[in-house]
T-cell receptor, first 113, second 114 residues
Framework: AQSVTQLGSHVSVSEGALVLLRCNYS??????LFWYVQYPNQGLQLLLK??????LVKGINGFEAEFKKSETSFHLTKPSAHMSDAAEYFC???????????FGKGNQVVVIP | KAGVTQTPRYLIKTRGQQVTLSCSPI?????VSWYQQTPGQGLQFLFE???????NKGNFPGRFSGRQFSNSRSEMNVSTLELGDSALYLC?????????????FGNGTRLTVT
């Protein structure tokens, strides 16, 4: 079974500062990894996904993530936080060959002006 | 292209009742998945349908069921509601032919059980 761990439910970042959200995965097979964002009263929007084509994945809104097999990690970064980045972020994993996602507990990002 | 549409947005039900939630996927998408989101348990997979067949199922009791119609629209049903069923229920669609094709989520149905 696949699972992901996100540490620190709430993350505060100053506007203009680096955003770093950590995700570690556990999978018995090569995983597919995803980052989703959820704004209040909305569903989840895909930020980016890793499917083994490249270890550094660029997504929407200036976010990117790097797959590191040796560290079983898929951390999400953005060089400069914007007020509009305030939302909840979820890391997710699925095994190859199915659409069943296992989500982390999420990180609530607060951007301080 | 219209996104995933879930109806209704809000529902209030009483313990013991049953409820049906509806999901219309993006045009051309044949896979529909359902997730439950609660503050305590987070996002949990309920089931996935593809071409009217249940392709995957999560660890929920039999009170939770679903189906998919020939036009790919899907419904999920919860019978004998319990207080713990209060949650945001999210539907997601994808092309489905390529497994692990990205999921597109609707805005959810917020169910409150009193």
């Amino acid at each position: 079974a696949q699972s992901v761990t996100q540490l620190g439910s709430h993350v505060s970042v100053s506007e203009g500062a680096l955003v770093l959200l950590r995700c570690n995965y556990s999978s018995s097979v090569p995983p597919y990894l995803f980052w989703y964002v959820q704004y209040p009263n909305q569903g989840l929007q895909l930020l980016l996904k890793y499917t083994s084509a490249a270890t550094l994945v660029k997504g929407i809104n200036g976010f990117e993530a790097e797959f590191k097999k040796s560290e079983t990690s898929f951390h999400l970064t953005k060089p400069s936080a914007h007020m509009s980045d305030a939302a909840e972020y979820f890391c997710a994993v699925s095994g190859r060959g199915n659409n069943r996602l296992a989500f982390g507990k999420g990180n609530q990002v607060v951007v301080i002006p | 292209k219209a996104g995933v549409t879930q109806t209704p947005r809000y529902l209030i039900k009483t313990r013991g009742q049953q409820v049906t939630l509806s999901c219309s996927p993006i045009s051309g998408h044949r896979s529909v998945s359902w997730y439950q989101q609660t503050p305590g348990q987070g996002l949990q997979f309920l089931f996935e349908y593809f071409s009217e067949t249940q392709r995957n199922k999560g660890n929920f009791p039999g009170r939770f069921s679903g189906r998919q119609f020939s036009n790919s629209r899907s419904e999920m049903n919860v019978s004998t509601l319990e207080l713990g069923d209060s949650a945001l229920y999210l539907c997601a669609s994808s092309l489905g032919q390529e497994k692990n094709s990205p999921l597109h989520f609707g805005n959810g149905t917020r169910l409150t059980v009193t």
